[in-house]
């Protein structure tokens, strides 16, 4: 929904998401810290994989029947045949998923393979398909055209149906013209899309999400190709300001980045979109937090659907997404679920991201250490250590000692999570583990986030069998995927300088196998 009341709510409010339903494992189970003698090593415990081939961009969820719909694409064929379908997953809490099936079909209709879109539940039934019909907007390719079409579904988003019209957006011309993301503007009583047309964004408008107007675009070169755009309205909920967010995923090389999630601050008046400022910032400093979508609840109200957001992305980088060492499926995995919420304490609006609260319901029983200082030299073990390759980390630490490395994994086959303490920043370093002399320099390439940390820095670290997701206190955030060695000890090193320590947890994550 694009247009609420405006309200102002005073004081930062630190309550947190609404209550969320315990996690159990897809079909109701009960959860298990044990993973499957019959997994393979990488397999995640707690991120979202199919059962096997091909999995890439996952696309917004949306929320019928009772239940979150998430759809991602997925190639059964791989790695003999090219080409994606939308395959369907549920859930109760945006953290436990359960896999249904393939949704739309790849090359039914003769229009190509399945591509990223957008679905959205109708609640007018403006499109002529029944109130409540979930639309989706994907961009089917065949010999290389890109064109729009039309599925919708009248059973809540679990079987999907051709619209008699297709393509709905017919190609002008364009080599790149792809990822419609449709929104809802009440206060012009129509539909919004963004499309990523090359190095642009494209805005078009609609009445019934079948005939579509071009408005509007926003050029951004110097970004690569720009794929997956979004567009939403949020507020700081302390200061009261609120902006509109145009977000895409982009090539962030020119700044010393890969590829990940840019996002510009800025206004919308329906018709055309103005930044704040030519340069985006980036949601995720990491080198694999690609194809993110993000979404609110439509249960909240409407000002708590402007105060936060949820967000997840591709854990995977086309520099290397050929090449992970999984074997039973491949692609990488889709990242957790985030919360996402606005803030301009630092005197810029930017997006700030925590895990989902819902994720504390795998966890079991904490170990804790004590608070204690890391002496400069030896590496150590640290005083508390996970019992499995599915864990949550949490350090919190003085950062005005020297640089902390921790390192997951055993000598030679490690992945480094730290602190730089001479740059006031985050990183993490997979330059040693398993397969990084195998894969591009991307992948060997340390990866940093620069954190306000002021007289306390807090690390919040999901470690997973094939990745990593570090949050730090101010809302900063690398995703990684990571193989490290199939033991899984932590050790910990002080560099210049004596490193206070004041706190440190480990948390097992409990194994879900979202298998049908």
């Keep these: 929904?694009?247009?609420?009341?405006?309200?102002?709510v005073a004081g930062r409010d630190d309550r947190g998401p609404s209550p969320t339903p315990t996690p159990?494992?897809?079909?109701?189970?009960?959860?298990?810290?044990?993973?499957?003698?019959?997994?393979?090593?990488?397999?995640?415990?707690?991120?979202?994989?199919?059962?096997?081939?091909?999995?890439?961009?996952?696309?917004r969820p949306v929320f019928a029947g009772g239940t979150w719909h998430l759809y991602y694409l997925y190639n059964a064929d791989y790695p003999h045949g090219n080409g994606t379908a939308w395959y369907h997953a549920t859930s109760d809490d945006l953290v436990t998923w359960r896999n249904e099936g393939v949704a739309i079909e790849k090359y039914r209709n003769g229009?190509?393979?399945?591509?990223?879109?957008?679905?959205?539940?109708?609640?007018?039934?403006?499109?002529g398909f029944g109130a409540g019909a979930v639309v989706a907007l994907v961009t089917q390719q065949d010999d290389g055209v890109q064109r729009q079409s039309l599925f919708f579904s009248t059973d809540d988003g679990y079987t999907f149906q051709e619209y008699d019209g297709n393509p709905v957006m017919d190609n002008p011309g364009a080599v790149d013209w792809r990822?419609?993301?449709?929104?809802?503007?009440?206060?012009?009583?129509?539909?919004?899309?963004?499309?990523?047309?090359?190095?642009?964004?494209?805005?078009?408008?609609?009445?019934?999400?079948?005939?579509?107007?071009?408005?509007?675009?926003?050029?951004?070169?110097?970004?690569?190709?720009?794929?997956?755009?979004?567009?939403?309205?949020?507020?700081?909920?302390?200061?009261?300001?609120?902006?509109?967010?145009?977000?895409?995923?982009?090539?962030?090389?020119?700044?010393?980045?890969?590829?990940?999630?840019?996002?510009?601050?800025?206004s919308w008046d329906g018709e055309r979109f103005t930044a704040d400022a030519a340069d985006p910032q980036w949601l995720d400093d990491g080198a694999d937090f690609y194809a993110a979508v993000t979404w609110d609840d439509p249960r909240r109200s409407a000002t708590d659907r402007l105060s936060e957001r949820y967000a997840l992305g591709w854990i995977n980088n086309w520099a290397y997404a050929r090449d992970l060492p999984t074997e039973g499926w491949q692609g990488g995995a889709l990242s957790v679920t985030r919360r996402i919420v606005l803030d301009d304490s630092d005197g810029r609006l930017r997006l700030r991201s925590r895990p989902a609260e819902a994720l504390r319901g795998l966890e079991g029983d904490a170990s804790s250490a004590p608070a204690q200082t890391i002496e400069p030299g030896a590496i150590a073990p640290l005083a508390v250590q996970p019992a499995s390759a599915s864990y949550r980390l949490r350090v919190t630490l003085d950062p005005s000692g020297g640089t902390l490395r921790l390192r997951l994994g055993e000598a030679g086959g490690d992945v480094t999570v730290g602190y730089d303490a001479a740059a006031g920043a985050v990183f993490v370093d997979r330059a040693h583990d398993t397969v990084a002399g195998r894969l591009s320099e991307t992948y060997r390439t340390v990866?940093?986030?620069?954190?306000?940390?002021?007289?306390?820095?807090?690390?919040?670290?999901?470690?997973?069998?094939?990745?990593?997701?570090?949050?730090?206190?101010?809302?900063?955030?690398?995703?990684?995927?990571?193989?490290?060695?199939?033991?899984?000890?932590?050790?910990?090193?002080?560099?210049?300088?004596?490193?206070?320590?004041?706190?440190?947890?480990?948390?097992?994550?409990?194994?879900?196998?979202?298998?049908?």
Aim: negative net charge; aromatic residues 8%; proline residues 6%.
């Design 111 to 127: 229009l190509g393979d399945i591509l990223t879109g957008s679905a959205v539940v109708d609640e007018t039934g403006s499109a």
């Design 447 to 516: 990866r940093t986030s620069a954190v306000d940390a002021g007289g306390r820095l807090e690390l919040d670290v999901l470690v997973d069998a094939s990745s990593i997701e570090v949050f730090t206190g101010d809302g900063s955030s690398l995703t990684m995927a990571a193989y490290p060695t199939a033991t899984t000890p932590v050790s910990v090193e002080a560099v210049d300088a004596p490193v206070r320590i004041d706190a440190m947890s480990v948390t097992p994550l409990a194994v879900v196998d979202p298998q049908r």
């Design 1 to 8: 929904m694009l247009v609420v009341a405006a309200v102002v």
């Design 179 to 266: 990822d419609p993301k449709v929104v809802r503007d009440d206060l012009h009583d129509r539909w919004v899309m963004t499309l990523a047309e090359g190095k642009r964004i494209g805005f078009y408008v609609s009445t019934d999400l079948r005939s579509w107007r071009y408005v509007s675009d926003l050029d951004a070169d110097g970004l690569g190709l720009l794929e997956c755009p979004d567009l939403f309205e949020m507020v700081d909920p302390a200061s009261g300001r609120r902006t509109w967010i145009l977000a895409a995923s982009a090539d962030g090389t020119r700044e010393g980045r890969t590829t990940g999630l840019a996002y510009w601050t800025g």
């Design 24 to 59: 159990t494992a897809p079909g109701g189970d009960a959860l298990t810290f044990d993973r499957p003698a019959d997994w393979e090593r990488f397999r995640p415990g707690f991120h979202l994989t199919p059962a096997a081939h091909w999995i890439n961009d996952p696309q």
